[in-house]
Each structure stands twice: as structure tokens, then as C-alpha cells.
């Protein structure tokens, strides 16, 4: 540990930037946040052109789980590199490596580089979401903050709504390799307006070792449990060989992680960042909140067809309300956060109708469907609410040269407990339809009529995806109530500007 005290400080930039400075380089990290999100919409309603180009719907769904995976495993590594490189400089790679990947996807001869130029896409694209909240961190008091993360969220708005639109149109009209040819000519785009206003991003650091074996343990460990996941139940039985290999492999390289980071002189991720209550019980808030948001947004449009008989155009379109809905619910969580000493009262407000609204749909899954997509907009509102508030107290509640891998490790955390709600929620459903591997029912013909025929009461099956979703809402509730509210400094209003002279950060 003495090597960890004799770290030698690097001299911040005290003066914070101006609000035009601030305004300059918020507008390069929403194109940035938009790029990564629209990723995520615009490939899925593109996937059965993709599938029929090459031939090959075996291998159709690595093209979505390699993008997860990778974007994953590396949010903690982006977050502990920006604490020792800078923001600018990994954001810059995260662009980077995202343009690339997006380039290898357009080109690719085949479903296998395809797959690879994912991979490559994810391990960008995963950097862009942390290096955002870090730097939106780095620029806004904590009061402040939460109202910029709120309009972060318009990106994410609009990815959703135009992601699958857009991704339709290039795939039945154009060609299905613009999907990703369209990333380039915006990440250079993006990539200059955060190169140039990022300049005058103040480091609040010192410097670190980089913890090789952790982030080895880390990404190792993380990789073999979304493996399993993601193929659980739909591609090997969960109780397979093959997928308790993966599991207990994963809980073997997390126990010798344990191990390591308490002999590490700086481990990857630090112990007084691990053991904070409020970064615990704010990830598990954002965590549960983003599984239940994320589990309804994959399976409400099978909802929709099989239990309302809407087609998949019908289905997609309302399942807008969702997404729409998130951003008001942000906005007004980051207002509370800016003139409220407990601010955690729009997140209350907004679990507690959440919790009502699935309940509803747990309820009465044979709800007539204005209701139902009632229902749905709710939660995507109250959703909305928790995380400014989750990611803000966080970022409150850790020394700031932590800030950087703290988000990141939010993020990780996060995404790892949202695929594990997204895999029991599709395990329920997939063994209520008799779709498990299991019980040899993969290749089922999935239709209202199919299920009519095989005599399934599919409001039932739907009645147990509901009651999981809600226990999980429930989870994120209490995570809420638990969380420590505690005081935020700011507004950055009242601070100085910062002077004609002040040396720019690296």
C-alpha cells in the first residue's frame, strides 16, 4: 500500500469552464451518446435482410450478443483509463475504435467478420456511455449535473424512435451494409466536436497503475456469465454441462478476483469504491430499474402480436410511448435535483408508479390494449426518474480522481444485472410457450394462431413475465428508499469563469 501514498499529484485546472465552453462540449457527447444508442435500435429490424445476404440465420443473433458482450466487459476499463489518461483521450479512442468496427461491419464478406467487426464496434461503443456521464461530471456541479444527464437522455429518445424506422427503410430500399457505413461520416463528426471542445476539460486526477490481472479477472469473469445468459434456454438447457461450465467458471474467476483485489496496490476496481453504500444501492437501483425497462422493451411487441394480434409494424409502434416517456421522466428528476434538498422524491414518485403499473400488467395481462400501452408509457417515465439520481449520487458520494471508474463500473454492473432480469424474463416466457431446448421446442412457429392451437393461455404465460418484471421493480424501489441523499454542491452558475489564460488540459 505504500506505493499507493506515494502517488504524486497532477495539478487540476481550478477555474471550471464557462456555460459556452460547457454548452460546446455537451453538444459533441449527445452526437457521441446517440451514435452508441441508435447502434442498438437501428441493427435489429435489419437483422432478417442481414440473415438472408449471407445465408446464414444460425449464427443471426451473434451479431446483437457480440455487441453486448464486448460493450460490457470494457465500461470499467474505459472509466479506470480516463482517471489516469483523460477523458478527451478515451473518448477519442472510443469513437475511434467504434468508426472502426462500424467500417468492418459495412465491408464484411461474411456472417463471421461481421460478427468480428461487432466485436470491435462494442469495445468503442462500450466507452461512450461512461465517458459521457464522466465527463458531464467533470464539467457540472453536482446539483447541476442531474439536469444535463436528463438531456442526455433526448439522444437516447430519439435513437429509440428513429433507430428502428431508419433501420427498416436502408434495410428493404438501400442496402443493409448503410446501417453501418452511416456511423462513420457521424463518428468523424463527433470525433472532432469532442476533440476540439474537449480541450479545455479540467483533470482532476493523479496518477494510477493500471491493474492488468484485475481487468483480466474482470472481463473474464463477466464474459462467461453474459455467455451463459445470453444462450441459456435458448440455444443449450439451462441445466446443460456446457452452460454450468460457463457459470461455474465465471463464479471461479470472480472468488479469485475477490482474492486479488485485496493484494493489488491499486486494484482495477478499489475497495472504498466497491464497499460505498450509496454506489452499491444506486447501482442496484439503475440496475433492477434498467432490467425491468430493457426486459419490456425485447418482449412487449411479442405481447402485443400474440396477446392484442398486432402485427410487428403495429407492435413497434406501440412500443414508442416507452421510450418517449423516459426522457420527461429524466428531466424530472434532474429538476428535483437542482432545487430540492431531497431530490430523491421525483425517483419515489417515479418506482412507486412503476410498481403500480406492472402490477396492473401482472394482474390483468388480458388488459384491453389502450390500457396496456398506458401501462407501458408509465413505466418508461418512472424509469426515467431513477437514473439522473442513481448516477448523480454516485458520482456524489466518491472522491472525484474515483469518478471515472466509478461510472464505468456503474455502468458494468448495470449491464450485467439487466441481461441477467432479460434472461429469467425470457426464460419464463420460452418455457410457458414450450420453446425451451429442453422440451424440443426450439423451431416452434411463434404466432397467436400457433399458440391457440397448442391450446396455451398466452395472457397467462405473459401474467409470470409480468410478476418477474415486478419483483425487480420492487428490488429498485427499495434500493431508492435505502439510498443515502446526500447534500450536492453547486450550482456551477455562481462559479467564476475560467480565465483567458488557464493552461489547457491534456
Known amino acids: 500500500m505504500s506505493s499507493l501514498k506515494e502517488r504524486t499529484e497532477i495539478p487540476a485546472v481550478a477555474a471550471p469552464l464557462t456555460k459556452k465552453e460547457i454548452h460546446r462540449v455537451f453538444y459533441g457527447l449527445m452526437l457521441g451518446g446517440f451514435l452508441s444508442a441508435v447502434n442498438q435500435t437501428i441493427v435489429a429490424t435489419a437483422l432478417p435482410t442481414i440473415g438472408r445476404y449471407f445465408n446464414d440465420f444460425e449464427n443471426l443473433s451473434w451479431v446483437i450478443i457480440a455487441y453486448l458482450l464486448s460493450s460490457t466487459v470494457v465500461a470499467p476499463l474505459y472509466g479506470k483509463l480516463s482517471d ?7 473518448m477519442l ?91 462513420v461520416p457521424l463518428g468523424l463528426v463527433a470525433a472532432v466536436l469532442c476533440s476540439n471542445a474537449m480541450k479545455r476539460l479540467p483533470r482532476h486526477g493523479r496518477t494510477h497503475q ?137 425517483a419515489y414518485t417515479g418506482m412507486a408508479v412503476t410498481v403500480v403499473a406492472v ?35 454516485i458520482q456524489n458520494a466518491v472522491a472525484r480522481h474515483e469518478v471515472g471508474v466509478a461510472t464505468g463500473a456503474m455502468n458494468f454492473f448495470r449491464a450485467l444485472a439487466s441481461a441477467l432480469v432479460v434472461a429469467i424474463m425470457g426464460a419464463i416466457l420460452l418455457a410457458g410457450l414450450g420453446m425451451t431446448p429442453e422440451r424440443g421446442g426450439i423451431g416452434l412457429d411463434l404466432t397467436a394462431a400457433h399458440a391457440g392451437a397448442a391450446g396455451f393461455d398466452v395472457a397467462e404465460v405473459f401474467r409470470w413475465v409480468f410478476m418477474a418484471a415486478l419483483g425487480f421493480a420492487l428490488v429498485a424501489m427499495a434500493a431508492v428508499i435505502l439510498l443515502e441523499e446526500r447534500p450536492l454542491h453547486g450550482p456551477a452558475a455562481k462559479a467564476p469563469p475560467v480565465a483567458p489564460d488557464a493552461a489547457p488540459a491534456e
Open 93 to 183: 479512442v472510443a469513437i475511434g475504435l467504434f468508426i472502426a468496427g462500424s467500417a468492418v461491419s459495412a465491408a464484411a464478406p461474411s456472417m463471421a467478420w461481421l460478427i468480428v467487426g461487432r466485436t470491435l464496434q462494442g469495445i468503442g461503443g462500450g466507452g461512450i456511455v461512461p465517458m459521457v456521464q464522466t465527463t458531464v461530471a467533470d464539467m457540472i456541479t453536482p446539483r447541476e449535473r442531474g439536469h444535463y444527464q436528463a438531456y442526455m437522455g433526448t439522444a437516447w429518445v430519439a435513437a429509440g424512435v428513429l433507430g428502428p424506422a431508419l433501420g427498416g427503410i436502408i434495410a428493404d430500399q438501400l442496402h443493409w451494409s448503410l446501417i453501418f457505413w452511416l456511423n
Open 84 to 90: 489516469i489518461h483523460g477523458r478527451r483521450a478515451m
Open 359 to 393: 402490477a396492473a400488467l401482472a394482474l390483468w395481462p388480458a388488459m384491453p390494449l389502450i390500457y396496456a400501452i398506458a401501462a407501458a408509457g408509465v413505466i418508461g417515465f418512472g424509469v426515467g426518474t431513477v437514473f439522473p439520481t442513481a448516477t448523480v449520487s
Open 210 to 346: 493500471l491493474d492488468l490481472l484485475g481487468a483480466a479477472l474482470v472481463v473474464a469473469a463477466s464474459t462467461l456469465l453474459l455467455l451463459a445468459l445470453t444462450m441459456g434456454g435458448t440455444r443449450i438447457p439451462w441445466l446443460s454441462p456446457t452452460l454450468l461450465g460457463l457459470v461455474g467458471g465465471s463464479l471461479l474467476l470472480t472468488v479469485v478476483f475477490a482474492w486479488w483485489v485485496k493484494q493489488a496496490p491499486e486494484p482495477f476496481l478499489p475497495l472504498d469504491v466497491l464497499a460505498n453504500p450509496v454506489m452499491r444501492l444506486g447501482t442496484t437501483a439503475t440496475a433492477c430499474a434498467l432490467g425491468v425497462m430493457t426486459g419490456l422493451m425485447i418482449y412487449m411487441p411479442l405481447y402485443y402480436q400474440l396477446v392484442h394480434h398486432l402485427t410487428a409494424t403495429q407492435s413497434g409502434l406501440a412500443l414508442v410511448p416507452v421510450v418517449v416517456l423516459t426522457t420527461p421522466g429524466s428531466m424530472m428528476s434532474g429538476r428535483a435535483m437542482m432545487y430540492l434538498r431531497h431530490y430523491k422524491i421525483s
